[in-house]
């Protein structure tokens, strides 16, 4: 089965095949034989050879961490061809802000309508005692504001939708 | 530390998370009850489960529940206490609050009202710990006007730091490295403390580029005795908070703790300190030290101290605030070894350490073999809330000398697995793995000059991805089967196992 | 303990459990390679998960896999060890095996060969002591015939105890305490000797009731320096099983504890004895002590000893495998404190202490707060094989002085929760309780006069049915639900949680 | 809901009513009203005013262990009439030997036909190096052995059934 990663920047096609516990893992043209066992929700025993590894996998698609030894490894796994990722990285359609942490909407810092420069602050989240701006990466115009102040949202949640300059031109009345 | 009978029969702690089940620890020790009070948003929070008995606060936001005095003082009235300990953070430095448990006749275990009132103003204690003989950081002894800061700066020299009168956790601090930028950062430091603390006046210090923050642990009892217990080296810093602390600090030698120990007794003894209390100072390059603060409560890092001295604070503070006599003098200290504390806190380290409180999935503590420790506030499921502080557990290593410890230290973080949110053991590793660290030759500055990535061997990478890889086939495969769910791997995982465990019986 | 590069590059552990998760611990801290094996029982186990590398041994029977000397020197042989650590059980006391270690170019982390066979021989042993002027238990000093039999016991007097030349663990024991029994207690003792050692030689030892064990701790480095390392009284036993240890023991003064540490080292220093090793001793309620025996490897319960002298025994193992010296002396050893090991066996208390393998469903290991350490070898989730020992934790607790301990103790144990499978937790509850070990008046008939159950407050009860009924309600509603499944409330639970997760996403 | 438990030999019914995270629980005239939340697989919190409990729930039915503070009880639940409870204390009917620990069968010391004593012992399991001889409670004829020495087998697994003497007499040839 083949699945498509990206990882600090690369694009990594992974080619994954097994028969009981033993794998094989083939990426920019490298072969990897290994056995692994599945050990818990998280955690995994892989063994290339007799070298033998605990690998920690956290999975919260789009994005999947993978703890080994000392180390931490972020990936982001393309699904369907469309997934969040592709959203994220933007193109010329509306762009969506999105609550990078679970918390509460302190307040709302500018209004449907209102336009903005790449970078203005749009709305304030606050978890654990910590403020959290979230700013547009683009011009543009605010479209839609999803919250108010005072609510809840969880990590991923859309907090506003901002139109770019140009569509937002041929849009206005 | 022979007891004839506990000190309390019931005691409340105003807290929540690591430090309340830390307190619940010690009473559980004494034979004493312990008694939780809890907001909504932790009914199922560790701290309640531990507890001998729980009371509701209500509403989650902090003012309405763990700040509410009057509703902390119904709880401990209605599950019959005898004392109150507030732990650290929320009301443990509030006066008024000390104050009001007193007149409640209950007994506060930490200082008296009085002290964290003197020692709560930063100018009244930087003249306290002057009129006591204790080197201060130049600088104002009282809040300042705009006028009388340009005289100042002028003569103690630029760099300055401004700091607010009443301030605490980095608020209305401002660094100023010439004239140009005093009069923004005075009007930007006035405003961020009078939103801050309610209290706009600030006043300003030398500033020390690559400084070292030592603390320093006192204990006094209500008899007027007292000893120090060594220091605690906190300059592993991320934007003025502490990251990791250790014991005894790689950067001063013995004449310089036992002058920075014999000046934090003098101060403490001036103020008629009682119960644990910490000095904070500030040492320079030169190992010149100068008094920045004085903390009147238990420190997130007193575990650090309890290594190596052997010496429970937190029961000494139960024992100390029922009026027993401390029982040892300075001569009977005798620090060993040394030990490391990891502050585990639910931040993504990779995303400018943004908070990540959620669900922990999966939990693997370290706490098995010699000299680990693991003072831990949550529990696998757990939902870590959005509303309080991000840590989540202090990991602690012991080791005969620094070394050992550091390698200890190493080997549990290897042990602590968590999945479900982000916290910062990556960050661990990194500071645990930088030469300067090793070293012991480091100083506020270390966090900036981490390296942001380290890169395992080509090996490590392969198995990431090939770890990476047999979830997502396991997650593929699970759609794909008969009893779909858009869970994956892990609940084909459970049906597996659950399936196995009926076999087996 | 400064250490200029690891002393290895790469060490085989020829053990499983919890033992070979301490020997990888010991190894990671100093930066050498853990190498595991496994049977086929144990490819999920932890010594495997933890370890750097690992070789399979197939067929989980002991004599097949961990017992088989071949394919252990095959595994060190194909990964490239250096040496090999035994752990204790196993081919721990195997001279046989240390010799081929030896042989084949490797370090084995113990002593010589040549004294693992002197001290195989009990009464070989006891022979060596008498002669190095340590009082030995009257009695014989070499196998008695039946007819020799007779005449010794006439002259030592009744109650005996025969036991097997090449004894251990209990087998081929019988105490004896009439002429009447003698006759079949030696024919009885002999076979099961034969059976078990395939050595069906016996000797007699003089009897001693209400006795206590307590056993010394030595270290001698390759180069004939050597220390003792204070005591461990373990006269909690169960069947000659030991259940809990503790250092200091409370039962002898300074002097003897001196007395006694300085006959194990000459012993030892008389046998030419190199590494850890631990002499046994039997104390009579006179406090005469005389010598036992001598067990030649790590015991179970080191622990206890490092808990108190900060010296990690199994890394000065390694250490002094290797050609390290000691490094210091008699004079440098100032133990500190009191420490209690409890053993968490996989085994029913309620039920005669019935094998209790099988899969661990839910585990809360203790490890936090001041003076806990839990050396487990399983994990949440688990199947503790059917194969091998039942021991799956050390849970160990230290203090200041023994009340601290214990109390520590008693809190950790509470902490303790194992579902799936039962354990020997009960047990230790109702040893913590019993007044004649909080008062450290015991000796090894303690677990025959705990009361077989206690009973807690009416409430308690209550609470015990009300969970229970919540249980089976919620089993009830499991099945009569839309989704149902066979495995009740649990399922319910972790249909509620996942659903949970997903929405907090 | 209503729930027949054995505890130490005593028959309690459990009447459990509840509603939300209030339950009330009625056995042997008494009256208990508390508060539980799951925290997770097997651990309750249970609260009775404001005294908290940690419950730690083992089901194996029809056994059930309930861990609490420094105790445990064992209970023997007797689910829709005749559960396993019934059996296991014996009718006139034939009498099942079952395997009380997992373990692998180390010797069969009876074969079908034999006439056992109480007491006699049957079959040897052995776990954990420990062997344990499974003997029978009452006399009879052994009627059938199901297991052979070399197998593996659960808890619970019957490894031999006894026909009481008189019934052997009838059915004996």
């Known amino acids: 089965m083949k699945f498509d990663v990206q990882y600090k920047g690369r694009a990594i096609r992974l080619d994954i095949t097994s028969e009981d516990s033993l794998y094989r893992l083939e990426y920019e043209g490298k072969k990897i034989g290994f056995r692994c066992e599945r050990i818990d929700e998280s955690c995994l025993s892989i063994m290339i050879g007799e070298k033998s590894y605990e690998a920690h996998v956290h999975a919260a698609p789009p994005a999947y961490g993978v703890q080994l030894q000392d180390l931490s490894y972020d990936f982001e796994v393309m699904e369907g061809g469309t997934g969040a990722a592709g959203v994220r990285r933007g193109g010329v359609g509306p762009h969506r802000i999105t ?28 978890a654990m005692k910590m403020q959290n701006e979230l700013r547009t990466p683009r011009a543009g115009t605010l479209k839609e504001i999803r919250v108010a102040a005072g609510e809840t949202v969880e990590s991923g949640a859309v907090v506003a939708i901002i139109v770019p300059a140009a569509q937002a031109k041929t849009d206005a009345v | 530390m022979k007891i004839t009978g506990p000190p309390f029969k019931r005691i409340l702690i105003a807290n929540r998370g690591e430090i309340a089940v830390r307190v619940i620890r010690a009473c559980r020790e004494m034979g004493i009850e312990s008694c939780s009070v809890y907001s909504d948003a932790d009914r199922r929070a560790l701290h309640v489960l531990m507890a001998d008995r729980a009371w509701p606060l209500g509403d989650p936001v902090s003012r309405n529940s763990y700040l509410n005095i009057e509703k902390i003082l119904d709880a401990a009235r209605a599950m019959d206490c005898e004392a109150i300990h507030p732990g650290y953070g929320f009301l443990a430095e509030n006066a008024g609050f000390a104050r009001q448990v007193e007149e409640s006749g209950l007994t506060f275990i930490g200082p008296p009202a009085a002290c964290i009132e003197a020692m709560g103003s930063k100018t009244a204690a930087r003249q306290a710990a002057s009129d006591a003989g204790v080197p201060v950081v130049p600088g104002a002894m009282s809040h300042v006007s705009e006028d009388e800061l340009e005289k100042l700066t002028g003569r103690i020299g630029y760099p300055v730091l401004l700091k607010a009168t009443a301030g605490g956790g980095g608020k209305g601090m401002r660094i100023v490295r010439d004239p140009q930028g005093l009069d923004a950062a005075f009007r930007g430091a006035s405003s961020e403390a009078g939103a801050a603390f309610a209290d706009s006046s600030v006043y300003v210090e030398k500033y020390f580029e690559n400084a070292h923050h030592i603390e320093v642990q006192v204990l006094f009892d209500n008899h007027g005795h007292g000893v120090y217990l060594g220091e605690r080296e906190c300059s592993v810093q991320r934007r003025y908070q502490k990251v990791l602390e250790e014991t005894p600090s790689p950067f001063i030698d013995d004449a310089i703790r036992a002058t920075m120990g014999e000046c934090a007794v003098r101060l403490a003894s001036a103020v008629g300190y009682r119960n644990a209390g910490t000095m904070e100072f500030l040492v320079d390059d030169q190992r010149n030290f100068y008094f920045l603060e004085m903390n009147t409560r238990l420190q997130v890092e007193h575990p650090v101290t309890e290594m190596v001295t ?51 999935v999966r939990l693997d503590e370290p706490g098995g073999g010699p000299g680990i420790r693991n003072d831990s506030g949550v529990y696998e499921g757990f939902t870590v809330p959005i509303y309080y502080d991000p840590l989540i557990s202090k990991l602690v290593a012991w080791g005969r000398d620094r070394a050992e410890a550091i390698g200890r230290m190493r080997r549990a973080l290897r042990e602590y697995h968590v999945t479900g949110i982000k916290t910062t053991i990556p960050l661990m590793h990194m500071i645990l793995a930088h030469p300067g ?11 900036d000059r981490l390296t942001a990535r380290r890169r395992g ?20 495969r699970a759609k794909s089967g008969p009893a779909s769910g858009s869970h994956g791997a892990a609940s084909a995982w459970k049906r597996f196992s659950r399936a196995e465990s009926l076999r087996k019986r």
Do not use: W
């Open chain 2, 310 to 360: 052997s010496i429970d604070l937190v029961k000494e503070q139960i024992r100390l605030a029922a009026g027993d006599a401390l029982g040892y003098g300075q001569h009977d200290i005798h620090p060993r070894g040394h030990a490391i504390e990891c502050r585990i806190y639910a931040e993504d380290v990779e995303n400018d350490f943004l908070p990540s409180p959620g669900r922990i």
């Open chain 2, 457 to 476: 061997g080509e090996h490590v990478e392969d198995v990431a991805l090939a770890a990476l890889a047999v979830q997502l086939l396991e997650n593929r």
């Open chain 2, 437 to 447: 660290f090793v070293a012991g030759n480091y100083s506020t500055s270390l966090i």
């Open chain 1, 99 to 126: 609550a990078p942490m679970p918390g509460k909407v302190v307040s709302v810092l500018r209004a449907p309508g209102d336009a903005l420069k790449e970078g203005d602050g749009v709305v304030v989240i606050e």
